[in-house]
């Protein structure tokens, strides 16, 4: 059915926000066939985003793991994330869509970051909805917002963390649908936005796929990416959808105390944000608090690709908690000179369970962000 | 019947209970002195943990209703009594996700032997021909909204597959008072009217006696949530507050000042 992916999926709205989707839908398949629209947004990535971004090997990791780590790296685009590549697409969409006002949900302030900076480069207004809870945690990419011109909206309710952000954007949207588009951040939500973001995230798999072509001579075993909404991830597997190549989500397994944001391996079916998918609720149907030192991993839900995934089997679906992530995150600085986001540490994390049983294998790990702005949560855990 | 007692009603209002705020208990002796004041019928909400289409209000009664305890099972133990000791006809309000943790099916069954008569999803699937067949199948009316955004064949699509009432949302938004509305609701109610041989209830931000009168002036009902249930929070006395509250609204000349 249209929409959906097998069971998941899905458009679960208030009626006043259909047209609004059906609009969308209908434009953005205007869009991708249009060459002129695909020219304008390859442009925008080479020349703004800074892409291809550059696939590195990781040696010193390799040697240390005894498998051979190639690393994308997201962290090099502008802004510090791959959420820059979808901000951009669905910019240029609210653009031919006539749109003036841009809204956006952010959970590790990433996808506000890149959102507000979109904004900034086409002069459109902004306003970014961010729990209370991860303004606080996330005070610098707050500051950037600002500095960048967009208006940065506290979330108190619920657990003042990206569902609640998320909730109110969709609120906010309601109320404004004539005037606002609602530039998601994540493979999430309503049809078209699961599959809009996934092809706006195609371009990770595509080129890491011919870079590794390029540099190895073969495909890799495995394709790694961490797991939230998942847009990094659908982003780096669409490259190798087709391809003899295990895809490996890996899902925040939280605190000591069980508490986690891994709906795919905990959750059940149900609806959150406008799509059928692998939710974490409890016997009535109300969705659970989550937690993980990842802000853009502290979700309830994921994308219902993913879900899609994951229940036929194409991809597996991972567990890696705060400490390992942590762990992780020093091992990369210390290994490679490089900081990841805490996001894409659980990613890196998932190596050391992963090594063991894949001596000499060739791995592929989507760094999809950078760490500075985690450096505060880490130095309070202690180096 | 909800859409008969809809038409029979001199003043067709219909007030929106969270259930569970308080308590369960206070829910029930507030449905019977809403259905004492004379609603038309009332709708039980269902608290969410994540309620998009709500304004503050009502994510604070939802919110205050999940922390005090709310549990579907307590509400499906009461209902059978609360439905026996009002004329009006009940009707549940919820998300989808609450009805469907425990299956669609099953649920509404159990709420329809309980004697809930019609069911509201507020973020329905856009496809909602299985759960229209459903409801009809198990003998329940299922309301459907209608928007101020909804296109002409989108409209015909959802009054073709709704009984009880049409539910007009008169605003562009999420729920909560207003203090003015805006005029294309009268147009819009006779569009949905031209469609169907069901009455046509207007909702979203009415909180005034005097919105109220205007409404009725061209729908067959008006429903009011967030006024009511503001009241009841803020009210040291919430049985009280819910009968007092509603009984303003049916007067002309009310007292009740929009905040």
């Known amino acids: 059915m249209k929409g959906y992916f097998g069971e998941f999926g899905g458009r679960y709205v208030p009626e006043t926000l259909l047209p609004a989707l059906q609009e969308l839908e209908d434009e953005f398949s205007a869009a991708w066939e249009d060459r002129g629209f695909r020219d304008e947004f390859a442009g925008c990535l080479r020349d703004y985003v800074g892409r291809p971004s550059p696939l590195t090997h990781a040696r010193r990791l390799s040697e240390h793991l005894g498998i051979e780590v190639w690393l994308k790296r997201e962290d090099l685009n502008h802004t510090g994330s ?291 702005k985690d450096l505060h949560t880490v130095l309070q855990e202690g180096l | 019947m909800i859409a008969e007692a809809i038409r029979t009603s001199k003043k067709a209002v219909i007030p929106y209970v969270t259930a569970g705020l308080p308590d369960l208990d206070a829910t029930g002796e507030i449905i019977r002195a809403l259905g004492d004041a004379g609603a038309a019928a009332i709708e039980i909400g269902i608290p969410f943990s994540d309620p998009m289409a709500d304004g503050p209000v009502l994510q604070k009664a939802s919110h205050l209703a999940l922390k005090a305890g709310f549990t579907l099972n307590g509400l499906l133990s009461r209902l059978g009594k609360w439905s026996s000791s009002v004329s009006a006809p009940l009707i549940v309000m919820s998300y989808i996700n609450p009805l469907m943790r425990g299956g669609m099916r099953e649920t509404l069954v159990r709420l329809r032997d309980t004697g809930i008569q019609g069911v509201i999803i507020p973020d329905l699937s856009c496809d909602a021909s299985g759960i229209h067949e459903m409801c009809r199948d198990i003998g329940m009316d299922l309301i459907r909204l209608v ?59 009415v909180s005034t006696a005097g919105q109220v009168e205007d409404m009725l002036s061209f729908a067959d009902g008006v429903i009011v949530g967030s006024h009511l249930m503001a009241r009841v929070m803020e009210s040291p006395d919430p049985v009280a507050a819910a009968g007092e509250t509603f009984r303003a609204l049916l007067k002309k000349e009310s007292s009740c000042i929009e905040a």
Not at chain 2, 149 to 173: D, L, M, N, P, W
């Open chain 1, 82 to 372: 791959h959420k820059i590549n979808n901000a951009i697409g669905q910019i240029l969409l609210a653009r031919r869509m006539g749109k003036e006002r841009i809204i956006a949900e952010t959970g590790a302030g990433q996808h506000g970051v890149a959102t507000a900076t979109a904004c900034a480069l086409f002069g459109l207004s902004c306003a970014v909805y961010m729990g209370a809870r991860d303004i606080e945690r996330q005070h610098m990419n707050v500051e950037r917002m600002r500095l960048l011109g967009a208006e940065v909206v506290a979330v108190p309710t619920g657990t003042a963390t990206l569902k609640d952000a998320t909730s109110e954007a969709i609120r906010d949207w309601v109320t404004n649908v004539d005037t606002t588009y609602y530039l998601l951040g994540s493979a999430v939500g309503p049809h078209p936005y699961p599959t809009l973001v996934r092809e706006f995230q195609r371009i990770i798999g595509e080129e890491a796929r011919g870079q590794i072509l390029e540099k190895t001579g073969t495909l890799p075993r495995a394709v790694i990416a961490c797991v939230g909404g998942g847009s990094n991830a659908i982003g780096i597997f669409s490259g190798f959808m087709n391809d003899p190549v295990e895809l490996i989500g890996v899902e925040a397994y939280g605190d000591a105390n069980g508490r986690h944001g891994a709906s795919i391996h905990f959750g059940s079916p149900g609806v959150l944000h406008g799509a059928l998918s692998y939710l974490l609720q409890d016997r009535d149907g109300q969705v659970l608090d989550t937690h993980s030192v990842a802000a853009g991993l502290d979700y309830p839900g994921v994308g219902p690709e993913h879900s899609f995934l994951s229940a036929t089997r194409r991809a597996r679906y991972e567990l890696v908690d705060d400490r390992h992530a942590l762990d992780a995150f020093r091992l990369l600085n210390r290994l490679e000179g490089i900081a990841p986001a805490l996001e894409s540490a659980h990613a890196i994390g998932f190596l050391g369970q992963y090594a063991p049983d894949h001596e000499g294998a060739t791995v592929l790990v989507n760094l999809s962000g950078r760490g500075d």
């Open chain 2, 147 to 205: 928007a101020p955004t909804t296109t002409e064949e989108r409209r015909r699509e959802v009054v073709s597959q709704c009984s009880g009432f049409v539910y007009a949302v008169t605003i562009k938004g999420v729920t909560g008072a207003r203090s003015s509305l805006p005029p294309e609701v009268r147009r819009q109610v006779q569009d949905i009217r031209s469609l169907a041989d069901l009455p046509v209830c207007a909702g979203f931000g």
